[in-house]
């Protein structure tokens, strides 16, 4: 690599130090500077390696993405692929390669220090949405770039990427109301999810917006699994709801089944609501009504965003909220498709 940067420097009749300058689009390369050096990076088929690039510019070109989520649920849950999918597709057309970490509530304290002081990272994605979550507290105590992907619990001055959980949540209640259901019970998530606390949040403000007293008999918290979703329908139905709102789709669609295996029809005695709009809602029988979030637009928002923060780290933290829509289908009665 040297001795090619010592060749590409002499042919342009620029130095070494140049070369790398413009490798590394510095905005204060003269233009005709940069031309020169780029025509014969290209005649010459030069390929600046990782590491060199690094060397030259103080990084690394390499983002961690920080899952913390017991591993059973990170590939049974169809969300956290559509995650990294979009994640790894931004990160591709920046050039940039993205290094996976996972990290559940049993990981040693090390391993969490390893990823904010140790790794050779530029910087992170973090989807943690857990009220403490380690992760965040060790990044925290160092200067290495991130963001969240969901809203931090408390702290303000953190960089984050998400939607707003709890108007969606209410949204997607109010419909129900609207639809003459007065019995609305939920499946929540667990109560140390931000996320999850967010949309029991929505599901109570539509409640109280509309003189409704809410009923603890029809709030099942859960873990965000098909399987809790299931007990859940279970302990639900001996308090006579007429709608249930999921948190989120994988949910949704074991209760649909779960209710058809009670003799429940779906949306006929209870209508069904779930969250997410993964690719279960449509195919499900009866199509799953819920709360579409842009999975692919929030991952390419937190790359951006940290890319923003890596380039400049004094720039203040990026703080964005994309909007959601209520896909309406079959089962809250009010469409066919």
């Known amino acids: 690599m040297a001795d090619?940067?010592?060749?590409?420097?002499?042919l342009a009749g620029v130095s070494r130090s140049t070369v790398s300058r413009v490798l590394n689009q510095d905005p204060h390369v003269r233009d005709s500077t940069r031309a020169r050096v780029l025509e014969i990076v290209e005649r010459e088929r030069f390929e600046p390696n990782r590491a060199a690039r690094g060397l030259a510019s103080g990084r690394a070109g390499m983002i961690g993405v920080v899952i913390s989520v017991d591993l059973a649920h990170l590939f049974s849950d169809p969300y956290f692929p559509l995650v990294l999918k979009g994640i790894y597709d931004a990160a591709r057309s920046r050039d940039l390669v993205v290094?996976?970490?996972?990290?559940?509530?049993?990981?040693?304290?090390?391993?969490?220090?390893?990823?904010?002081?140790?790794?050779?990272?530029?910087?992170?994605?973090?989807?943690?949405?857990?009220?403490?979550?380690?992760?965040?507290?060790?990044?925290?105590?160092?200067?290495?770039?991130?963001?969240?992907?969901?809203?931090?619990?408390?702290?303000?001055?953190?960089?984050?990427?998400?939607?707003?959980?709890?108007?969606?949540?209410?949204?997607?209640?109010?419909?129900l109301l609207a639809r003459g259901r007065r019995r609305i019970a939920t499946v929540a998530g667990p109560s140390f999810s931000i996320a999850a606390i967010d949309r029991k949040a929505g599901y109570l403000d539509a409640l109280v917006r509309a003189g409704i007293e809410p009923d603890p008999d029809l709030v099942y918290e859960s873990d965000f699994s098909a399987a809790s979703a299931v007990v859940g329908t279970r302990r639900l139905i001996d308090h006579e709801p007429d709608a249930i709102v999921a948190a989120n789709d994988v949910m949704a669609v074991a209760?649909?089944?779960?209710?058809?295996?009670?003799?429940?029809?779906?949306?006929?005695?209870?209508?069904?609501?779930?969250?997410?709009?993964?690719?279960?809602?449509?195919?499900?029988?009866?199509?799953?009504?819920?709360?579409r979030q842009p999975i692919g637009l929030l991952a390419r928002e937190a790359l951006g965003a940290?890319?923003?923060?890596?380039?400049?780290?004094?720039?203040?933290?990026?703080?964005?909220?994309?909007?959601?829509?209520?896909?309406?289908r079959s089962s809250c009665g009010s469409a066919t498709r």
Not at 306 to 328: C, H, K, N, W, Y
Request: hydrophobic residues 45%; proline residues 8%; negative net charge.
């Open 99 to 175: 290094s996976l970490w996972i990290v559940d509530e049993e990981d040693d304290p090390r391993a969490v220090n390893k990823i904010a002081r140790g790794s050779m990272l530029d910087g992170a994605i973090v989807a943690a949405g857990a009220t403490n979550d380690p992760t965040v507290a060790a990044l925290c105590s160092t200067s290495k770039p991130f963001v969240l992907l969901g809203r931090p619990a408390d702290d303000p001055s953190l960089s984050y990427v998400d939607v707003d959980n709890r108007d969606a949540a209410a949204a997607a209640t109010t419909h």
């Open 4 to 10: 090619t940067l010592e060749r590409i420097a002499e």
């Open 255 to 291: 209760i649909m089944a779960e209710l058809a295996a009670m003799g429940r029809r779906v949306p006929d005695d209870v209508a069904v609501v779930g969250f997410d709009d993964l690719p279960i809602a449509a195919q499900a029988n009866p199509s799953l009504t819920t709360v």
């Open 306 to 328: 940290l890319t923003e923060l890596i380039a400049d780290p004094s720039s203040g933290p990026r703080q964005i909220v994309i909007p959601t829509e209520l896909i309406i």
